[in-house]
Every structure is written in C-alpha cells, then in structure tokens.
C-alpha cells in the first residue's frame, strides 16, 4: 500500500489549506486513517483520526480548526486547516491503522507565516 499527501504549502497565518491522502489500494473499508504532524525539532504528533466508520478524534490544537473527512470510494482522507497559526508548520503525514501493519505517506509540507 502505498499513500500519496499532497495540498501543503506556504500559507499566511489565519488562512487554510486542504491536504488530501490517498491509497493506492482499496483500503478504506477495514482502515482508520490518520494525520500526524512533525514541527521542526519536535516529534511527531497526532493530529487527527478518522474510523473506518466516520468517527472522528482531534487533538486539542486541531479541535475546532481542523476538519477529518474521508472519501472510501476514492481512497482518498482529507485534512482541513482552517485559521492557520505558526505553530501548525510542520511536516504532516497520513497514516493508515488496523492492517496488518502501519503504512505512512511521504509527508506534505506546510508553512504558516506570521
């Protein structure tokens, strides 16, 4: 399985950006899928998580800024990043969880200006 992030950018401090995760294979059905976020000098957070039924997790700089949503029938898992701060620059990565093994994306670069 192989997860291809993209969307990221450079992007002034209260704006938004939408980065898209998708899957080679037709895994959304018995996957959760995940964002994680890795800031400069820092290690690598959880930011978001999506059930394979829709059910959604946020950690508390995500929550009420961020939105999870998930496409199964384009393999495809979303983050919206909305009122941007600074401090949300970092490398973002998406992630699968419940197969056999973990799988990651190659990670998509965001940074926020003040």
């Known amino acids: 399985v192989q997860l291809q992030a993209s969307g990221g950018g450079l992007v002034q401090a209260g704006g938004s950006l939408r980065l898209s995760c998708t899957a080679s294979e037709n895994i959304f059905s018995i996957a959760a899928m995940q964002w994680h976020r890795q800031a400069p000098g820092k290690q690598r957070e959880l930011v978001a998580t999506i059930s394979r039924v829709g059910s959604t997790f946020y950690a508390d700089s995500a929550k009420g800024r961020f939105t999870i949503s998930r496409d199964n029938a384009n393999n495809t898992v979303y983050l919206q990043l909305n009122s941007l701060k600074p401090e949300d620059t970092g490398v973002y990565y998406c992630?699968?969880?419940?197969?056999?093994?973990?799988?990651w994306g190659q990670g998509t670069q965001v940074t926020v200006s003040s």
């Open positions: 992630r699968t969880i419940g197969l056999s093994r973990d799988y």
